[in-house]
């Protein structure tokens, strides 16, 4: 029940995702006695799936230390208990973002190597679609923070955009040497000495112009940048909106523009976009928005799919114990088995 809409909106997302990937079976947490009436009349999920009943939930507004203390019996926690036993191969939740990430580094613990899990996701561009992190996860980071977050976003690209040498830049005020605080400068040194693919600093035009595939930056920045970015798309689809109602002729031209005007809508739709991954964890964890609808959700459990299939955790293991592995391995795809998909149905909303 994580969402707004939930949990219709996370069993009809479900469904669509199995539509697409019918080799998925799901692992559904919550509360049987909503769920399993709904599910009477999906069957296409119901024939591949499981309801795992649990009794508490995570409140939409409830603290991440709360949530940890009181949880354990929560959907939000079995989920991903199930991932960390093996029973699922990750978990996809709409809930409570804190509670998610600290119930998630707890049990799941970060992998050797990276010192906190970040928060990534993507978003098109002009040259297509660039990854970026962290979102919100760390407010303040060292340079070691930014050098490690560099590494797990240009294997998040690899894995789920299909980039073969992603392209990694760290976001700054300027492109000058000179610009930015001590840590990205620290930071920036770092990477030029790495083996990958760096471009500098990027500034914030940089973003919508795909001037790289990986965007790194600190949680405080990375939330502002993707919030704006948002509120920057609502602001121009209103635009449009209302221009196409000023006038008689300015609605017989949305007649001759609409079919052009579909494809723009579909091409920004936030909903192809959805599900922000925690990296860094020994584990797969992806956090659909609270307020996903069935597509936004099922968008979601793609991208966890991608990375499952991919060999995410496993990639980006062996590149953090052999950081100078040949390019002919940095581009092989490692395509896995069949995957089952813990989700964590019975949290409420998400911040």
Known sequence: MGGDNAPRSVLRGATIA????????????????????????MI?????????HTPDIVLADEKAATALRSGRNSSMRKAIDAVRSGEAAGVVSAGNTGALMAMAKVVLKTVPGIDRPAMASFFPTMRGETAM?????????????LVQFAMMGETFARTV????????????VGSEEVKGHEELREAHAILKQSN?????????DDIAAGTVDVVVADGFSGNVALKTAEGTAKLVNEFVRQTFKSSLLAAIGYLFARRALIKLRARVDPRRYNGATFLGLNG????CHGGSDALGFATGVGVARDMIRNGFIDRMVQEFHEPAASEADRSRTAIGSNTVLGMGAQAVSST
């Open 18 to 41: 199995k539509r697409r990937h019918p080799d998925l079976e799901f692992l559904i947490f919550g509360d049987e006695a909503r769920l399993a009436p709904m599910m009477k009349r």
């Open 44 to 52: 296409r999920l119901r024939r591949s799936s499981t309801i795992v």
């Open 133 to 145: 992190l962290d979102l919100g996860a760390n407010i303040e980071c060292s340079a070691d923070n």
């Open 196 to 204: 990958l693919a760096y471009s500098g600093f990027v500034e914030g």
């Open 161 to 172: 955009l299909g980039s073969l040498r992603p392209t990694v830049g760290l976001l700054n």
């Open 284 to 287: 797969i964890v992806v956090k």
